[in-house]
């Protein structure tokens, strides 16, 4: 099973209600499931959908971090449209769907010495090295987009919370996996870039301290400190954090 641990910035009570924590030993699997605050206010929905991604992964043969990764997504894409697609009196009452965006989702695997990563959604993916934080995946948001094409470099924008794909959405990104892990990467972190923009300068040291659950939380409080007076702006976010 993969060292991993998820932490929930802004609601550290909440345990389960704003996200779902799935941790594997048979694949070695671990994902982050977020609830789209106007599409998933019942808190029900977040869970079925862990014992579903969970069921799917356990289900499974192949033993390709890649596919497993890619699975696992197209399983909770064809699960959300079906709750959509059934949107009415009795599904808006037990699961409250409002929308026609879907969930946020970010997953590691490993196989033997391979490893892959993937995300829908607000949730990057980076590799913490010795030497620092390289980028895995990129958010899928509209500021993300824009950063990209070199048309903003500011990490504040008045539409930083717009996501251009979600499970169950309009479409999925097609280059949504990676497995090009850097040999000197340490730690995979998965957040959003209201986290990941307000990284310590020294993730790695911090992570090295010995004690998975301690080093996160210190990172979180680091990460609220760097927020500021911004923080009450911030919506509930989830880290997640994989040893290497």
Not at 51 to 78: F, G, H, M, W, Y
């Amino acid at each position: 099973m993969l060292k991993a641990i998820v932490a929930n910035l802004k609601h550290p009570r909440d345990k389960e209600g704003r996200y779902q924590f799935v941790n594997l030993g048979v694949p070695e699997f671990a994902a982050v499931l977020s609830n789209t605050p106007k599409v998933f206010r019942n808190m029900r929905l977040p869970r079925v959908m862990a014992e579903r991604l969970t069921e799917t992964v356990q289900d499974q043969s192949d033993t390709d971090p890649k596919n497993i990764c890619r699975l696992a997504i197209d399983s909770l894409d064809r699960f959300t449209r079906v709750i959509e697609d059934r949107r009415g009196p009795l599904i808006e009452e037990e699961f409250d769907v409002r929308s026609n965006m879907g969930g946020e989702f970010a997953c590691v695997a490993r196989s033997g010495s391979q490893w892959a990563v993937a995300r829908v959604g607000e949730y990057r993916i980076v590799a913490v090295t010795p030497d620092g934080v390289e980028v895995l995946l990129t958010e899928n948001t509209y500021l993300a987009e824009l950063r990209s094409l070199g048309l903003v470099e500011s990490i504040e924008h008045p539409d930083r919370n717009i996501i251009t794909a979600a499970l169950g959405g309009e479409f999925l990104p097609i280059t949504m996996i990676n497995n090009s892990i850097p040999e000197s990467a340490k730690w995979i972190l998965a957040g959003s870039s209201e986290i990941l923009d307000y990284l310590p300068t020294n993730p790695a040291e911090i992570l090295n301290m010995g004690n998975i659950e301690e080093a996160l939380n210190v990172i979180v409080e680091e990460v609220r400190m760097n927020w500021g007076k911004t923080a009450k702006d911030r919506r509930c976010s989830a880290i997640l954090a994989v040893e290497i």
